[in-house]
């Protein structure tokens, strides 16, 4: 493997650790191969969030010049083109095409992404549950399970419906955190006619009766989608199971935190701990997916 590449994956692994650690402490659970490649699609979609939701963020793949639209379309072009040629100068999106093309992603999944990301330039907020869910996370959330795939090596086709709602779990924990960072970019990412049968008004930013109504509607949805995740850990091999089962427990318990907090999500930003991560990596290295947390998903069993 060229330097050029090698430094690429380093910068991708130190891009997850830095933003998205409940990744890098489930894909440290994976062979070496399959944890750089989990780092990589990461990246690339990082640096197209960060386009979008700090543009002010300096990164060496990102283009510096023009509006926001336009330089979300210079990486969107930047990255198609260095697919095509399979290889790229710049070390990110080296490491980012050699583990697409190794792993043979469809490229579809990244056309529906970057249209997501460009809807954040356009779109403030979604008036139903169902115009956020299939018209934004189909792309932004969805999709990312559909990526992560050809890296966990599922046994079966059947995985592809659980990791599409790991993914719109994800990411509806992330809404349900952020709603005080995103109410200062001008947006919000809940549904307006859930929010107004409630009486709920998020630019209040103070937890009223309404709002803990509100949140505690939309926390047992998000562990509905957690829920609907579960089944497809069995489809997993050992090393991916246990990777992905890490991140769907540790993602889940910001859910507990919003719910200690009162749904306080206004305040400051409601964490799982790095010792908790650590500690729930080490113990499922040792003994396997934490069962315990993972059977509150399950309807049968809960």
């Not at 549950?129 to 996370?137: A, I, K, N, T």
């Amino acid at each position: 493997m060229s330097t050029l590449v090698e430094t690429g994956y380093r910068r991708c692994a130190a891009l997850t650790r830095a933003y998205g650690t409940t990744y890098y402490w489930g894909a440290l659970l994976l062979p070496k191969r399959q944890r750089r490649d989990v780092y990589a699609v990461y990246a690339l979609c990082r640096l197209a969030d960060d386009i979008v939701d700090e543009p002010d963020k300096v990164a060496l793949s990102v283009p510096m010049d023009g509006t926001d639209a336009e330089r979300l379309a210079a990486f969107r072009a930047h990255f198609f083109a260095a697919l095509r040629r399979g290889t790229s100068d710049d070390p990110v999106m080296a490491a980012v095409v050699r583990s697409i093309k190794r792993r043979g992603t469809d490229p579809d999944c990244f056309e529906r992404f970057f249209d997501a990301m460009a809807l954040d330039l356009t779109r403030t907020s979604w008036a139903s549950w169902e115009e956020l869910r299939d018209g934004y996370m189909e792309g932004s959330a969805a999709v990312i399970g559909e990526m992560m795939l050809p890296v966990l090596q599922p046994y079966s086709a059947a995985a592809k419906t659980p990791a599409r709602a790991l993914g719109n779990a994800f990411q509806l924990t992330n809404f349900l955190r952020d709603v005080g960072e995103d109410l200062d970019r001008g947006r919000v990412y809940l549904p307006q006619d859930d929010l107004a049968r409630h009486g709920a008004d998020p630019w209040l930013r103070r937890v009223t009766p309404e709002w803990r109504a509100f949140m505690a509607e939309q926390v047992d949805r998000n562990r509905g989608l957690y829920a609907e995740a579960v089944p497809g850990l069995d489809l997993l091999p050992p090393a991916s199971r246990r990777c992905v089962a890490t991140a769907l427990v540790l993602y889940s318990r910001i859910l507990d935190r919003i719910e200690e907090a009162d749904y306080d999500v206004f305040s400051t930003r409601l964490r799982v701990p790095g010792w908790e991560k650590l500690a729930v990596a080490i113990r499922t290295l040792v003994a396997g997916p934490p069962r315990t947390d993972i059977r509150r998903f399950r309807p049968s069993i809960a």
